[in-house]
């Protein structure tokens, strides 16, 4: 438990509207299922009450930014600070001319592709891989089935910890693979991104088959994180680590995927410190056994 700042932050923050939660526990929010609490949980009421609170608040108070957790393990000893959390204002979809849509950042890539696809806007179905929400796929570099963010962001709008409302083009973004180059205080509020003229009937069934696949590939209904590590330049994160030997490999209630051995499995009981060192002792024989060192893609949050 951490001391509870939320009365203090009030009486600091007297036009705030959000949600402010002391020790809120975190980990029913994200896919794993565990971890420790947030000493405060934000949920901001639109993009104003966030800029406020961003320049308002203490500057030395931690602030971490959560979206769906399909790619965050947080540590069993929570998350000091604050934690955002973007809900129901940050979750508008508009369809724009020129095949572009504008999209908050609370709102699920898969709402993003359905979106895209009802209005016959083609090229952003790949969203219909990624289990998260906008804001996730904006500094995650989000990508499946051949597209990422990279090439359909027009634009995206940002908070910095100054409370500053931004606006970054593309180029802004300095996208690399699965990474986002934007100092990582800035909290993420919305997207312009750009499709080309297309055919629902068969943008639909492109997204059933991006379902179907993921379906026989991926552990999808289970409380994972998805791919562990990101892949190595030419090379394929979970070949390596199933010629290390470490597919189905079991430390407490974290096991390696049988099906997808990039991806890590809470068996139901596992401790965060369970799935991160399970990650870490992969890392350790695959370097033994190729001399690659694997680099984490998920993202581990908090204190230990
Ligand atoms: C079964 C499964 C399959 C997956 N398949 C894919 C795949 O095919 N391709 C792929 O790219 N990913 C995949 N992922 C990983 C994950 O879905 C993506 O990384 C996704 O973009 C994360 O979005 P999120 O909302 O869940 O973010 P979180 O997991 O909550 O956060 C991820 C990171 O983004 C940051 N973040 C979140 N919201 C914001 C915001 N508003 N502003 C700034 N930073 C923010 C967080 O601080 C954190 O660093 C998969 C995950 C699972 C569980």
Known sequence: MFSDLVPDLKAQLPALRGRLMANQSLAELTWFRVGGPAQILFMPEDQQDLAYFLSRAPRDLPVTVIGLGSNVIIRDGGVAGVVVRLGRGFSDVSIESGQRIRV?????????????????????AFMRGIPGAVGGALRMNGGAYGGEIKDVLVEARGVDR??????YANADMHYTYRHCGVVEDVIFTEAVLQGRAGDPAVIAA???KITESREATQPVKTRTGGSTFKNPPGQKAWQLIDAAGCRGLRI?????????????????????????????????????????????????????
Do not use: Y
């Open 206 to 208: 492109e997204m059933d």
């Open 252 to 304: 407490g209630g974290a096991q390696v995927s049988e099906l997808h051995c990039n991806f890590l499995i809470n068996l139901g009981d596992a401790s965060a410190a369970d799935i991160e060192t399970l990650g870490e002792t992969v890392r350790q024989r695959v370097k033994e056994h190729s001399g690659v060192a694997l680099e984490w893609e998920i993202k581990r949050i908090g204190t230990a």
């Open 162 to 167: 100054g409370g500053n409302i931004r606006t």
């Open 104 to 124: 908050g950042a609370a709102v699920p890539d898969v709402r993003v592709a359905r979106a895209a696809q009802e209005a016959g806007i083609a090229g952003l």
